[in-house]
């Protein structure tokens, strides 16, 4: 079994580094985020996106799977157009690639966990153990439940060998010599943590899919991903538009409340996420009624995040507070980039998460 910090976020690991960066590779998009500590405050030095689909001769906005060739281009050409410097690299590992789920053990108080986590493991997790680099963390159960006094929850991560040893292939290739690895949603949490808060809870609409988190204390407690993203809603205009995706995913990025079609393309792009929502507010609901922690606030993150109406329509679905992350208040920036560094916040939160881990 890997130590807690190698897959999972570790809040108080420090290495000490003065720069690192943060490297986030999804289904439709890479996105980089560098800091440094400048005379002790950590400050933001580049940050960078780079759209996948053309390097599979595909549209803007399109989910692919690169081969090891067109992956290593793609993450050398975001690092070279992002002017990124620094060789301390921290890698959040796609969900894709990756298992985390929360399971219940019969155990004693002072019993060793370790021997029945891999029992557990084999159950939950769709593949060998000797396929996926396993990690696992106690959580600590609700004060107010008392279902059985003898049971002990506990959160699991894993991570395919075979994606693994391919991430830390195009790591090296790019310069990044041996970087830690850890699973997206532990990079996610890190970048919108704050201290006062014990409850951070994440909505992120990727590409392809969009997850739920709900973390206490800066610990996963839970998590829901349901198949509802960008390239989904993009393909669904496309559908009910009769336009090439190509056209769909420019009228999504250009939408604009006032325009006369604007309804019809709302309307196409909300049918992608309602399912997702109504799941969502259930593990919320059930969340809230075993641990009795009432949610106040749910973070909303991603590219799909951006998309006119959409912190409306989740707000009405959850019946929360919904506000879009903005990660890049946990650093120093240039004041004149104040407007454009909180458009983009939802969209660079895994990768600034996963930079902040050689800090904290």
């Not at 910090?5 to 289904?27: E, N, Q, R, Y």
């Not at 999504?252 to 006032?258: E, H, I, P, R, Y």
């Amino acid at each position: 079994m890997k130590s807690l910090k190698d897959l999972m976020s570790s809040f108080k690991a420090a290495t000490g580094a003065s720069g690192a960066v943060g490297i986030d590779v999804g289904s439709s998009s890479i996105k980089v985020v560098e800091l440094q500590e400048k005379n002790d405050v950590l400050t933001l030095s580049t940050y960078g996106e780079l759209q996948l689909g053309p390097y599979e001769g595909k549209d803007l906005g399109e989910s692919v799977q690169l081969d090891q060739k067109a992956e290593q281009e793609a993450l050398v050409d975001v690092i070279r157009e992002s002017a990124v410097t620094v060789r301390n690299a921290v890698f959040a590992m796609p969900l894709s690639s990756s298992f985390v789920t929360n399971v219940s053990i019969e155990a004693d108080a002072d019993e060793d966990l370790s021997p029945m986590v891999r029992v557990e493991a084999r159950k939950v997790i769709p593949a060998s153990l000797s396929e996926v680099t396993l990690d696992w963390a106690e959580v600590e159960r609700p004060k107010n439940d008392s279902s059985d006094a003898n049971r002990r929850d506990v959160l699991i991560a894993a991570i395919q060998n075979v994606a693994l040893e391919r991430f830390q292939v195009l790591m090296q290739f790019a310069g990044f010599p041996k970087p830690p690895t850890e699973i997206e949603c532990f990079s996610a949490i890190r970048g919108l943590y704050n201290s006062k808060n014990p409850d951070t809870v994440i909505i992120d609409i990727g590409a392809t899919s969009t997850k739920l988190y709900i973390a206490r204390d800066a610990l996963l407690m839970r998590m829901h991903r349901v198949r509802a993203g960008g390239t989904v809603a993009t393909q669904q205009i496309a559908k009910a538009l009769e336009v090439d995706f190509a056209e769909a995913e420019q009228m999504k990025q250009s939408a604009d409340k006032t325009s006369e079609s604007f309804a019809d393309l709302k309307r196409a792009h909300d049918e992608s996420y309602e399912r997702a929502f109504r799941e969502f507010n259930q593990v919320l609901r059930e969340y809230e009624s075993k641990t009795g922690h009432e949610i106040d606030v749910v973070h909303l993150t991603g590219g799909g995040a951006l998309f006119p109406g959409m912190e409306a329509m989740l707000k009405e679905s959850l019946n929360k507070d919904i506000e879009f992350a903005n990660p890049f208040s946990k650093v120093a920036y240039p004041a004149f980039m104040d407007d454009t560094i909180k458009k983009i916040g939802p969209s660079f939160v895994v990768a600034l998460g996963a930079a902040l881990r050689d800090f904290e």
